[in-house]
């Protein structure tokens, strides 16, 4: 539900990197020959594969097998890298853990447990010129993702442009983030009662949700 509403985000022919977890299903709500899936380990042109023509060694940066489109390109990860950070990838689709009030996003570390590293992630929220994070609006234990302020480490300075999660789709206008849409049965108030982060209440969805 998530991926399929991030899909909707995209422009044709968009380069778009998609990162682990709930990202890498958006690709099944694509039109593959209208959108550029980019990952940075090095290849532009990341397809679904089937399983039996899984190859071992191509994967997406999240190790899970991927194919590759007519016309796709292999480069040094170096050479990825270098196109996230100069801005050619036009919208990155990302995770998270949380998400506070001044979109600034968490999606790298959790003090206390061991990680992998922090993957593309930094350069990506600095480079891609547009930023969705999916995610569920609350973690396994119930505690809200959309928070005040990020008790997690914050990935970078660069501010989300759109949220989407089970609930809600929120979007950063001006100085905040706006309330657009919601998701299924969620009302506002369910909104209201799972989310610490500030935001303000489209005035076309307050009218249509209160009448």
């Not at 999606?107 to 569920?136: E, S």
């Amino acid at each position: 539900m998530i991926a399929k509403r991030a899909a909707e985000e995209l422009s044709p022919h968009s380069i778009v990197n998609l990162g682990i977890g709930i990202p890498t299903l958006v690709a099944n709500y694509l039109d593959k020959d209208n959108y550029y899936l980019h990952t940075e380990n090095g290849l532009l042109g990341v397809t679904s594969v089937e399983e039996e023509d899984i190859d071992p060694l191509l994967v997406n940066a999240g190790k899970l097998p991927v194919g590759e489109a007519v016309g796709a390109s292999y480069f040094h990860s170096a050479d990825s890298f270098a196109m996230i950070r100069g801005e050619h990838v036009d919208v990155a689709i990302l995770g998270a853990l949380q998400v506070d009030s001044n979109g600034l996003v968490a999606n790298w570390a959790i003090p206390g447990k061991n990680i992998i590293g922090v993957g593309g992630a930094m350069d990506l929220l600095v480079g891609a010129k547009k930023i969705i994070i999916t995610t569920n609006h609350v973690s396994k234990d119930g505690s809200p993702k959309l928070v005040d302020k990020c008790s997690y480490p914050i990935t970078s300075n660069r501010k989300a442009d759109v949220i989407i999660t089970d609930m809600a789709v929120f979007k950063w206008k001006d100085d905040g983030y706006e309330l657009t849409e919601l998701i299924g049965d969620t009302t506002l108030n369910d909104v209201e009662g799972h989310t610490t982060a500030a935001y303000r209440i489209n005035e076309q969805l307050l009218q249509k949700e209160t009448k």
